[in-house]
Nanobody, 132 residues
Framework: QLQLVESGGGLVQPGGSLRLSCAASGSASGLSADYYAIGWFRQAPGKEREGVSCISRSGGSTNYADSVKGRFTISRDSAKNTVYLQMNSLKPEDTAVYYC?????????????????????WGQGIQVTVSS
């Protein structure tokens, strides 16, 4: 079983920054976290969960939702089995529970679509609140 644990959330003022981390551990069917592309999703109160960003196994390919382009940056440290989401210029509408998710893929360069059904494993989520 692959486990994903998010950290780094909290309360920040509008215009501020946070860096979320997603640490992967364990394995599924003998395959380590290196075999998974990673995505970040978020769910605000009363809204459906939406895809935010994703990164390929190699870290060389990334994708972002239009709402966060130019403000958020996803990166990956394979040695640490950790994916980061650097969030800058935060807005109140970024307030949500943020989840990381893993998608098994044989391709090192492909990024999965930012839709729930594409991902196999999920973290428990972490709260991000942007408020003055």
């Amino acid at each position: 079983q692959l486990q994903l644990v998010e950290s780094g959330g909290g309360l920040v003022q509008p215009g501020g920054s946070l860096r979320l981390s997603c640490a992967a551990s364990g394995s599924a069917s003998g395959l380590s976290a290196d075999y998974y592309a990673i995505g970040w999703f978020r769910q605000a109160p009363g809204k459906e969960r939406e895809g935010v960003s994703c990164i390929s196994r190699s870290g060389g390919s990334t994708n972002y939702a239009d709402s966060v382009k130019g403000r958020f940056t996803i990166s990956r440290d394979s040695a640490k089995n950790t994916v980061y989401l650097q969030m800058n210029s935060l807005k109140p509408e970024d307030t949500a529970v943020y989840y990381c998710a893993a998608d098994f893929t044989l391709s090192r360069s492909a990024t999965p679509p930012l839709v729930d059904r594409a991902y196999d494993y999920w973290g428990q989520g972490i709260q991000v609140t942007v408020s003055s």
